[in-house]
């Protein structure tokens, strides 16, 4: 089991969707909070380079792993936040 955390970017990002889908999207941090020793982590390129990706339906959360700490840094529609 890991702490999930949020970077004030992510609060923002979270803030700008729509309430059902934000709420998903909470759920699911805590859900990788919770089964953080059994997931296979999908590592991100480029700019990202030490990132990962969290798919929750067309929205993707950008996280980065530190011991059992998940930092969630940015959340968005999948064709926006990579940019």
């Not at 909470?26 to 990202?48: P, Q, R, S, T, Y």
């Not at 929750?56 to 969630?72: H, K, L, M, P």
């Amino acid at each position: 089991m890991a702490s999930v955390e949020w970077t004030p970017r992510a609060l923002q990002d979270l803030e700008k969707i729509d309430r059902i889908t934000a709420e998903r999207i909470a759920a699911k941090a805590m859900w990788l909070g919770e089964n953080f020793a059994h997931i296979v982590h999908e590592g991100l390129h480029h700019d990202f380079g030490s990132s990962y990706k969290l798919r929750i339906g067309d929205y993707r959360a950008v996280y980065s792993i530190d011991g059992n700490v998940v930092t969630i840094q940015k959340v968005g529609h999948r064709r926006d936040v990579y940019k």
